[in-house]
């Protein structure tokens, strides 16, 4: 199956395809190769391996949300300029071409595609990127249990705000058929509910992941 992810848009079409998890524990790669599910932080994961595969050096980021899930993108980058790879319940959350000079410029281009089911508009800050090879000792490509420490990690990182609270304060609601769009096929099980205030119990443990 490896073989086969032979650029990062084949990773892409891959975790396309693969159901969406809302199961309440991580996979490793290994195990999305073996379960065909996975949600974003599994999706992450795995698509930063086979990037690895590919000569790339695997790296994640986090997206963080208010009245929303959080999310997880695999990072690469081709003659300086950054892409994304990533899994996720909506449409517009998935892929980046490598055309984004910094990774500011790349996480800006989900702003305005982030949102949540009330059409609120939600991204609010990112991490720096977090190179796993890092995590090799803990196995992280092949054992279910690396993942929460890395996790863990990552959420430690400093996170980089991307609008001020004025800012906030001025957003517009998400267009209507952008909004339906946004969710078309989604897992409805696995959609952050506005109306239950502004944190969940998330399916993965205590980590809200979208």
């Not at 910094?102 to 991490?127: C, H, I």
Request: hydrophobic content about 40%.
């Amino acid at each position: 199956m490896l073989d086969s992810l032979t650029s990062p848009w084949r990773i892409q079409e891959f975790l396309n395809r693969v159901d969406y998890s809302t199961d309440a524990f991580y996979r490793s790669p290994r195990s999305v190769l073996r379960d065909r599910r996975a949600h974003c932080v599994d999706g992450a994961l795995m698509a930063a391996a086979a990037l690895r595969r590919l000569g790339f050096d695997p790296m994640i980021a986090e997206m963080t949300a208010v009245r929303d899930d959080d999310h997880l993108m695999a990072l690469y980058r081709v003659n300086g300029f950054w892409g994304a790879v990533a899994k996720s319940n909506t449409t517009v959350l998935r892929f980046r071409e490598p055309v984004f000079r910094t990774l500011r410029e790349l996480v800006m281009s989900y702003f305005e595609f982030y949102f949540n089911t009330a059409g609120e508009k939600t991204l609010r800050a990112y991490s720096q990127p977090l190179r796993l090879i890092r995590f090799d000792p803990r196995e992280w490509m092949t054992s279910d249990d690396a993942v929460e420490g890395i996790i863990a990690e990552l959420e430690a990182m400093r996170h980089l705000p991307v609008v001020s609270e004025a800012m906030v304060a001025e957003l517009n609601p998400v267009d209507t058929q952008v909004l339906e769009a946004g969710f078309l096929g989604a897992n409805p099980d696995g959609l952050f509910d506005p109306s239950e205030g502004p944190v969940r119990a998330s399916p993965c443990e205590d980590a809200n992941r979208r």
